[in-house]
């Protein structure tokens, strides 16, 4: 018999017990009814698990209570929880069931949990690996529009198709990363609503709902077009990391297929220029070995290890600054340079771009290193601080200053950037690089100009001011002179890198 099937050991029918979860992502009901139907041995063809007024099996006990718990408490895994605050988020109807059966096994079995040869086990977390992927993907693709509240104050809209139930399990992060700002993300199930202290929930919407566009946009859109390499192009990691399913959301994406289409072009430029410099090179003397050497990177174990490292650095979990920042700002120059620089953290333009000094302050000292005589080709620029930490302010996310535990944290990234490169010369650029290469606060003006032996390895350093501090500078002519005296360090530090080198 389907619902109520006979059970030899009791001589009679056993009764198909109904749980009705009030969501599809009610992880604490479940527990509590898996727990309480685990501690009376009921066994896991016996219950019925739906959600709301979702049909179910026509013979189960529909509000009927659940039995009394009458076996002793019992303890599992820590790993099961986890996993099963994955699963729960996962649209397979059948992830209830699924989890109650192991939930009744590790009561015997401990161990079961750790049995990857076990179908069921693999079925499991082949879920709970497709909600964080879907987790993932919320995250990344999120675009959000502006419109204006009843009040006539800005309110942000984005629309997202997820997969599973994941999207009060994302408020949080969303909550974090724009507590500053009314938003509202609006999905086919449920749409989530936050006004700056509240959040709030309400059904679901249409694609209709969200708005179309707003003018930020077109700033984003030639942003993305200035940053797009057609170098670096692969176009099927491309897909696997952003499904065309994700693009009708996000504006960029209406630039990827001409940008594609001229990616060929553009790289034969590229090369085409970097064939013309080389010339330019040989014309002023040099050999094709050493314009070879001044312009590109080191092959071999170096480059092998740096690219080992880079990758690693793409998953630092170290603090905490990785869970609102976009990416890590991994450092970037030739592996051979004779100058490393070491700024503070990474900026708003940085953080979306992933390369170190590409915004405002970068531009800055792009400017001060060519008035320098310093050829900024030949040096590695790096941060202390990997992740870029920020505050909130509307449509802004203002830089806020790194701490000692996230310098502290960042350290060990930036020694093996030091180990890789081997710089004779390294500049810190600030007080926060400063504390990271010497392990102390260093008060700028004392050592400003002047050579300094580092803690770690006795290599040289010299510290001079962030190209931000001239930015903040409060009027011109103290933009003026600050500005003068950074290019005439600048020049200093070029000039002992050569005698150094």
Same mark, same amino acid.
């Given at each position: 018999?389907?619902?109520?099937d006979?059970?030899p050991?009791?001589g009679?029918? %056993?009764?198909?017990?109904?749980?009705?979860l009030?969501?599809?992502?009610?992880?604490?009901d479940?527990r509590?009814?898996?727990?309480t139907?685990?501690m009376?041995?009921?066994a896991?063809g016996?219950?019925?698990?739906?959600?709301?007024g979702?049909?179910?099996?026509?013979f189960a006990?529909?509000g009927?209570?659940?039995p009394?718990?009458?076996?002793?408490?019992f303890?599992?895994?820590?790993?099961?929880?986890?996993?099963a605050q994955?699963?729960i988020?996962?649209? &397979?109807?059948?992830?209830?069931? +699924?989890?109650?059966?192991?939930?009744?096994?590790?009561?015997?079995?401990?161990?079961?949990?750790?049995?990857?040869?076990d179908?069921?086990?693999?079925?499991l977390?082949?879920?709970?690996?497709?909600?964080r992927?879907?987790?993932?993907?919320?995250?990344?693709?999120?675009?959000?529009?502006?419109?204006?509240?009843a009040?006539?104050?800005?309110r942000?809209v984005?629309?997202?198709e997820?997969d599973?139930?994941?999207?009060?399990?994302n408020?949080?992060f969303?909550v974090?990363?724009?507590?500053?700002?009314r938003?509202?993300?609006?999905?086919?199930?449920l749409?989530?609503?936050?006004?700056?202290?509240?959040?709030?929930e309400?059904p679901?919407?249409s694609?209709?709902?969200?708005?179309?566009g707003?003018?930020v946009?077109?700033?984003?859109k030639?942003?993305?077009?200035s940053?797009?390499n057609?170098?670096?192009?692969?176009?099927?990691?491309?897909?696997?990391?952003?499904?065309?399913k994700?693009?009708?959301? $996000?504006p960029?994406t209406?630039?990827?297929a001409?940008?594609?289409?001229? %990616?060929?072009?553009?790289?034969?430029? $590229?090369?085409?220029?970097?064939?013309?410099?080389l010339?330019?090179?040989?014309?002023?003397g040099l050999?094709?070995?050493e314009?070879?050497?001044a312009?590109?990177?080191?092959?071999g174990?170096?480059?092998?290890?740096?690219e080992?490292?880079?990758?690693? %650095?793409?998953?630092?979990?170290?603090?905490?600054l990785?869970?609102?920042?976009?990416? $890590?700002v991994?450092?970037?120059g030739?592996?051979?340079?004779?100058?490393?620089f070491?700024?503070?953290?990474?900026?708003?333009?940085?953080?979306?771009?992933g390369?170190?000094?590409v915004?405002?302050a970068g531009?800055?000292? &792009?400017?001060a290193?060519?008035?320098?005589?310093?050829?900024?080709a030949?040096?590695?620029?790096?941060?202390?601080?990997?992740?870029f930490?920020?505050?909130?302010?509307?449509?802004r996310?203002?830089?806020?200053?790194? &701490?000692?535990?996230e310098i502290?944290?960042c350290r060990?990234?930036?020694a093996q950037?030091?180990?890789?490169?081997?710089?004779?010369?390294?500049?810190?650029?600030?007080?926060?690089?400063?504390?990271s290469?010497?392990?102390?606060?260093?008060?700028?003006?004392r050592?400003?100009?002047?050579?300094?032996?580092?803690?770690d390895?006795g290599?040289?350093?010299?510290?001079?001011v962030h190209?931000?501090f001239?930015?903040? +500078?409060p009027?011109?002519e103290?933009?003026?002179?600050?500005?003068?005296?950074?290019?005439?360090?600048?020049?200093r530090?070029?000039e002992? %890198?050569?005698?150094?080198?």
């Amino acid at each position: 018999m389907c619902a109520r099937d006979f059970d030899p050991a009791m001589g009679k029918l %056993a009764v198909m017990h109904a749980v009705t979860l009030a969501t599809p992502d009610d992880f604490d009901d479940w527990r509590d009814a898996a727990r309480t139907l685990a501690m009376a041995g009921v066994a896991p063809g016996e219950v019925d698990w739906r959600v709301g007024g979702e049909p179910g099996d026509l013979f189960a006990d529909v509000g009927a209570p659940l039995p009394a718990a009458g076996g002793a408490a019992f303890n599992v895994p820590k790993g099961f929880i986890s996993l099963a605050q994955s699963v729960i988020c996962h649209s &397979d109807p059948e992830r209830f069931a +699924l989890l109650y059966a192991l939930l009744c096994r590790l009561r015997g079995e401990p161990k079961a949990l750790d049995d990857s040869a076990d179908p069921r086990m693999r079925r499991l977390e082949g879920m709970a690996k497709e909600v964080r992927r879907d987790i993932h993907k919320m995250r990344a693709f999120v675009r959000f529009r502006e419109v204006a509240d009843a009040d006539g104050a800005a309110r942000f809209v984005a629309w997202f198709e997820p997969d599973h139930h994941i999207v009060r399990t994302n408020a949080g992060f969303f909550v974090r990363r724009f507590a500053g700002m009314r938003w509202s993300i609006l999905t086919p199930e449920l749409s989530i609503h936050w006004d700056g202290e509240t959040l709030s929930e309400s059904p679901g919407a249409s694609r209709a709902d969200a708005p179309e566009g707003d003018p930020v946009e077109e700033i984003w859109k030639t942003y993305y077009s200035s940053i797009f390499n057609p170098a670096r192009l692969k176009i099927g990691a491309m897909l696997k990391e952003m499904p065309k399913k994700y693009w009708k959301n $996000m504006p960029e994406t209406a630039l990827v297929a001409p940008l594609i289409a001229g %990616a060929r072009e553009r790289e034969v430029a $590229m090369v085409a220029a970097s064939a013309r410099q080389l010339d330019r090179i040989e014309r002023e003397g040099l050999a094709r070995a050493e314009a070879a050497e001044a312009t590109m990177q080191p092959g071999g174990n170096t480059l092998a290890a740096w690219e080992k490292l880079l990758e690693e %650095a793409k998953g630092c979990t170290r603090c905490p600054l990785y869970k609102p920042a976009t990416q $890590m700002v991994f450092g970037e120059g030739p592996l051979d340079a004779t100058i490393m620089f070491v700024g503070e953290q990474p900026g708003d333009q940085e953080d979306l771009a992933g390369r170190p000094f590409v915004g405002p302050a970068g531009q800055l000292f &792009d400017r001060a290193m060519a008035e320098a005589g310093v050829d900024r080709a030949r040096t590695y620029v790096t941060n202390a601080v990997k992740h870029f930490k920020f505050e909130p302010r509307g449509k802004r996310r203002i830089h806020s200053k790194p &701490d000692a535990g996230e310098i502290e944290a960042c350290r060990w990234w930036l020694a093996q950037e030091r180990a890789l490169v081997g710089p004779p010369l390294t500049v810190a650029l600030g007080a926060t690089a400063a504390r990271s290469l010497f392990g102390k606060t260093i008060t700028i003006s004392r050592v400003r100009g002047e050579p300094m032996v580092l803690p770690d390895d006795g290599g040289e350093a010299w510290v001079t001011v962030h190209p931000s501090f001239l930015l903040r +500078l409060p009027n011109e002519e103290a933009k003026r002179k600050e500005y003068a005296r950074f290019v005439q360090d600048l020049a200093r530090i070029g000039e002992r %890198a050569k005698a150094l080198s």
